[in-house]
């Protein structure tokens, strides 16, 4: 089943969704600024239908990104047929059995993996934990470097790999840890263990963190329709749109920043050019620092967020508010 071509994908639009206005809200920001995101609740509360919205509300794909995925696509031999370019983000979500070189790449002739085929779109892991540990760490410097070198005897190739990962899972193995409804089975050590099994350093190039409770019965039987994905992506487009001309401006100043696109890309020079915080989001800042042990990468992490939020909102300066509802974002699970 490997070799057939995808179907188009077509993602579900938010208006259906019903509840989870904070997860909602989640994906938005992640849209907005490119942001990695991991989603973690019991089975059944909706993670799946959320992550398969979220390509809904990316902007569209400029004629230079469409070029790009259509030559990963076409090198994979994964190109439909009658379809010369492809126009649409890929939705790329392999299920956690998937091989080394099926993520990443590889093969007697290299061939693109899964991450490359999600270059400009998504990729969805569900059952995150299950994945394999090696699987998992080869991810790391693709998510950092946006590209995934394969080396062989005879030399090594270079595919693109600018995802955007969107990672759930349950919180336990039984998947009831911290339910409101259903009690967990597992022992603590065994939720820990579980837990433990998504690295420190995967886990801290993840900027947002969110918990995806059950939707109560009177949301679910409500007839009202949710937001839909149109509007809130020209919320996103919008926030894109300043993010470009911020970058382009710094761009023609002769400053490095050839390839940053969205806030995600930033690097430590342009957060401190790009995340300046005032005095009051300072002394929050300083607090959280030292309140929730936070790494210097976290501490960027957060700073990209912001400003993020603080694009959606228009805002020239990031504002407490909005460094607040980054430092939401962060882990709790972790213990």
């Not at 089943?1 to 639009?13: A, I, N, Y």
């Not at 009831?176 to 967990?184: E, F, I, P, S, V």
């Not at 939720?191 to 995806?212: F, M, N």
């Amino acid at each position: 089943s490997d070799d057939q071509p995808e179907p188009l994908f077509t993602p579900t639009d938010f208006a259906e969704i019903k509840g989870q206005e904070h997860v909602k809200r989640a994906l938005e920001v992640a849209a907005a600024g490119g942001h990695n995101m991991l989603m973690a609740g019991s089975p059944g509360s909706g993670k799946t239908l959320l992550a398969r919205a979220l390509p809904g509300i990316l902007p569209e794909m400029s004629l230079e990104e469409s070029l790009d995925v259509t030559r990963i696509y076409s090198v994979a031999d994964q190109l439909p047929a009658g379809t010369p370019l492809i126009r649409h983000r890929p939705f790329r979500a392999p299920h956690h059995t998937i091989s080394h070189a099926g993520l990443v790449g590889g093969g007697n002739i290299p061939k693109p993996g899964e991450i490359s085929l999600a270059h400009r779109g998504v990729l969805f892991l569900d059952e995150f934990p299950e994945f394999g540990t090696r699987v998992l760490e080869v991810m790391r410097q693709p998510m950092e470097d946006k590209i995934v070198t394969i080396s062989r005897a005879k030399g090594s190739l270079t595919f693109s790999a600018n995802f955007q990962l969107i990672a759930a899972m349950n919180p336990c193995p039984c998947g009831y840890w911290g339910d409101t409804q259903k009690a967990c089975t597992c022992a603590p050590a065994v939720v820990t263990k579980y837990q433990k099994r998504i690295s420190g350093p995967l886990l801290d190039r993840i900027d947002i963190h969110i918990e995806v409770p059950r939707v109560d019965y009177e949301k679910l039987s409500g007839h009202r329709l949710g937001e839909s994905s149109e509007s809130i992506r020209k919320r996103v487009q919008a926030a894109r749109d300043i993010q470009t001309q911020r970058y382009l401006s710094s761009r023609n100043s002769n400053i490095e920043v050839s390839n940053i696109i969205c806030n995600a890309d930033m690097r430590i020079g342009e957060v401190r050019q790009f995340c300046a915080l005032q005095p009051e989001g300072q002394s929050l800042m300083r607090a959280a620092m030292s309140q929730l042990n936070l790494s210097a990468r976290a501490y960027h992490r957060i700073l990209k967020l912001s400003r993020t939020i603080a694009d959606l909102a228009g805002s020239e300066d990031i504002q407490s508010a909005h460094l607040a509802e980054a430092l939401q974002y962060r882990p709790k699970m972790m213990m």
